[in-house]
T-cell receptor, first 115, second 112 residues
Framework: DAGVIQSPRHEVTEMGQEVTLRCKPI?????LFWYRQTMMRGLELLIY????????DSGMPEDRFSAKMPNASFSTLKIQPSEPRDSAVYFC?????????????FGSGTRLTVV | DAKTTQPPSMDCAEGRAANLPCNHS???????VYWYRQIHSQGPQYIIH???NNETNEMASLIITEDRKSSTLILPHATLRDTAVYYC?????????????FGTGTRLKVLA
């Protein structure tokens, strides 16, 4: 298995532009999580899905952030409009079940820079 | 989920065992201890987890004290590739919440 695949690996965009981050979870995993990592705040959970349905989006910082999971093999995290303070590494993770008893598998992340 | 306390950094000589401690004095009976690590520029990687018994897998060993208030992750023969930030996390798998709280972890540096 190729693991959790995220794209792009790096994204540089100007303030005000729309940014879309993509994630392909491991086949057979039915839970997906989006995290954000910054030096100041560490790893933060933004939103998670179970069977393609958003379960908890309380970690999404603002209405500028939205996430979708149209099918079991694809999810997007969109920021519109983007701001410099959104600069961070965004990770996607998946697991066989929500509780992830055997651990979550993380992707390599997307490093977002908003200038 | 209970909180954990870890030393901010540790050094270990290559080939020696790396013993990473974690304090979780407020752990409850349903809470598991999980360890992840994050190598520079990569996503966190699951290492091992346990409830009360010691556990071992191909990556590491987890020793949990009898009172479960602390644990130690052991990398038996550390290599340079084990240089990473190691996170100790306590989770109740039956709580209905799925928010790992990663904390600041221990930055392990394996020295040649």
């Amino acid at each position: 298995d190729a693991g959790v695949i995220q794209s792009p690996r790096h994204e540089v965009t100007e303030m005000g532009q729309e940014v879309t981050l993509r994630c392909k979870p491991i086949s057979g995993h039915n839970s997906l999580f989006w995290y954000r990592q910054t030096m100041m705040r560490g790893l933060e959970l933004l939103i998670y899905f179970n069977n393609n349905v958003p379960i908890d989006d309380s970690g999404m910082p603002e209405d500028r952030f939205s996430a979708k999971m149209p099918n079991a093999s694809f999810s997007t995290l969109k920021i519109q409009p983007s701001e410099p303070r959104d600069s961070a590494v965004y990770f996607c993770a998946s697991s066989f079940r929500l509780e992830g008893a055997q651990g979550y598998t993380f992707g390599s992340g997307t490093r977002l820079t908003v200038v | 989920d209970a909180k954990t306390t870890q030393p901010p950094s540790m050094d270990c000589a290559e080939g020696r065992a790396a013993n990473l401690p974690c304090n979780h004095s407020t752990i409850s009976g349903n809470e598991y201890v999980y360890w992840y690590r994050q190598i520079h520029s990569q996503g966190p990687q699951y290492i091992i987890h346990g409830l009360k018994n010691n556990e071992t897998n191909e990556m590491a060993s987890l020793i949990i004290t009898e009172d479960r208030k602390s644990s130690t992750l052991i990398l038996p023969h550390a290599t340079l590739r084990d240089t990473a930030v190691y996170y100790c996390i306590v989770r109740d798998l039956t709580s209905g919440t799925y928010k790992y709280i990663f904390g600041t972890g221990t930055r392990l540096k394996v020295l040649a």
